[in-house]
């Protein structure tokens, strides 16, 4: 059973436009949510994080949003470029109550298309 | 080098062969993590160190078999692969002591055939 859900396996956006992609989960012990993207021959990368405590981050072109009474949320990326094409990956973890490491659980990634 | 290095990138063996991948991380980080994914997948979770300690085994089978020599190297042996064990192989490493809210830094990965 899945626990992080990407719904979305491609999502095609116009360069300048906005880029949403969402994330659903089902694990009521996550509180702590993450976004990496991942180029091709390349390793994920960490891009944006959100803990349950708070609906909304953003850094720069990036912002995340949590609907804890959903179980959902979403990333912006505005505006958008042709340099953000890439396969994004939503993750959430359990609060880890005292562990000294983190234990992701990923979704399926959507990938993003950013046209010229 | 920096951040998180594996080795080797690409990997095809027999199902009789013994084989192991290595990862290596520059980032003085104390928790370094296996993952696997499969094609269409999600990444699952194979094994946690902290410390140099195991402290995460995700129902592995036994053919796959980690080791953590000192906190900046981890090792994934393998010996009697099937076909199905074919998938990338992604190392990370973290700092350690934040718990969930510890970012993962993920190494290339080690894209494993089995014939």
């Known amino acids: 059973d899945q626990q992080v859900k990407q719904n979305s396996p491609s999502l095609s956006v116009q360069e300048g436009r906005i880029s949403i992609l969402n994330c659903d989960y089902t694990n009521s012990m996550f509180d702590y949510f993450l976004w990496y993207k991942k180029y091709p021959a390349e390793g994920p990368t960490f891009l944006i994080s959100?803990?349950?405590?708070?609906d909304k981050n953003e850094d720069g072109r990036f912002t995340v949003f949590l609907n804890k009474s959903a179980k959902h949320l979403s990333l912006h990326i505005v505006p958008s470029q042709p340099g953000d094409s890439a396969v994004y990956f939503c993750?959430?973890?359990?609060?880890?109550?005292?562990?000294?490491?983190?234990?992701?659980?990923f979704g399926q990634g959507t990938i993003l298309t950013v046209h010229p | 080098e920096t951040g998180v290095t594996q080795t080797p990138r690409h990997l095809v063996m027999g199902m009789t062969n013994k084989k192991s991948l290595k990862c290596e991380q520059h980032l003085g980080h104390n928790a370094m993590y296996w993952y696997k994914q499969s094609a269409k997948k999600p990444l699952e979770l194979m094994f946690v160190?902290?410390?140099?300690?195991?402290?995460e085994n995700n129902s592995v089978p036994s053919r796959f078999s980690p080791e953590c020599p000192n906190s900046s190297h981890l090792f994934l042996h393998l010996h009697t692969l099937q076909p199905e064990d074919s998938a990338l192989y992604l190392c990370?490493?973290?700092?350690?002591?934040?718990?969930?809210?510890?970012?993962?830094?993920f190494g290339p990965g080690t894209r494993l055939t089995v014939l």
């Open positions: 993750a959430a973890s359990p609060n880890a109550g005292g562990t000294s490491y983190g234990k992701l659980t």
């Open positions: 959100i803990s349950s405590i708070k």
């Open positions: 990370a490493s973290s700092r350690g002591g934040r718990g969930g809210s510890d970012e993962q830094f």
């Open positions: 160190y902290s410390l140099e300690e195991r402290v």
